[in-house]
T-cell receptor, first 110, second 115 residues
Framework: RKEVEQDPGPFNVPEGATVAFNCTYS??????FFWYRQDCRKEPKLLMS???SGNEDGRFTAQLNRASQYISLLIRDSKLSDSATYLC???????????FGGGTRVLVKP | DTEVTQTPKHLVMGMTNKKSLKCEQH?????MYWYKQKAKKPPELMFV???????INESVPSRFSPECPNSSLLNLHLHALQPEDSALYLC??????????????FGSGTRLTVV
């Protein structure tokens, strides 16, 4: 079983709609979580960190559920420019590395 | 513009060549990383340097040799690579290894093709 798992998609989303997708992690020692966005043939870019209380950044909302070991990302009012692969990332305590999920592809269409 | 600069952006090399990838950051980060990413796959960690010392080698073949000359620079020396080593090589940095609270910053990568 992969340590961080994501639905690969693609999620085909009409422009202006809301889309949400989850990521599950298997290692309960994971402490920090992030969503990265990666455009085709580009580097991953940090979208947002994910906190237990949930956090929002504009049209993006991230939630962490430690009991069920999943995190989620919700995108409201989808824009064409939101089309990308969204990578879920988990990090354990000090001294350890980031573990990436396989990514969820989102395609926003007019 | 990314704050982690990688050169070259593209590299084509033969299996007998020796080449180097370079990475530079001026954010005062003390941890630097090399990742390898194949098409439609997530990045895979290769090496971690923490305070200029190699702290993690993810069982990478010896044809890849990392070097950290100072806190701002990270090199990846390549020798006798195979075609299957063709990939996007990403450098990243963070405030310190394990202090992932603020995430890692990635460079734009070097797209390597081995022929």
């Amino acid at each position: 079983r992969k340590e961080v798992e994501q639905d690969p998609g693609p999620f085909n989303v009409p422009e202006g709609a809301t889309v949400a997708f989850n990521c599950t992690y298997s290692n309960s020692a994971s402490q920090s979580f992030f969503w990265y966005r990666q455009d085709c043939r580009k580097e991953p870019k940090l979208l947002m960190s994910v906190y237990s209380s949930g956090n929002e950044d504009g049209r993006f909302t991230a939630q962490l559920n430690r009991a069920s070991q999943y995190i989620s990302l919700l995108i409201r009012d989808s824009k064409l420019s939101d089309s990308a692969t969204y990578l879920c990332v988990a990090a354990k305590a000090a001294g350890n590395k980031l573990t990436f999920g396989g990514g969820t592809r989102v395609l926003v269409k007019p | 513009d990314t704050e982690v600069t990688q050169t070259p952006k593209h590299l084509v090399m033969g299996m007998t060549n020796k080449k180097s990838l370079k990475c530079e950051q001026h954010m005062g980060h003390r941890a630097m990383y090399w990742y390898k990413q194949k098409a439609k796959k997530p990045p895979e960690l290769m090496f971690v340097y923490s305070y200029e010392k190699l702290s993690i080698n993810e069982s990478v073949p010896s044809r890849f040799s990392p070097e950290c000359p100072n806190s701002s620079l990270l090199n990846l020396h390549l020798h006798a690579l195979q075609p299957e080593d063709s990939a996007l090589y990403l450098c990243a940095s963070s405030q310190a290894q394990g202090q992932a609270t603020y995430g890692y910053t990635f460079g734009s990568g070097t797209r390597l093709t081995v022929v």
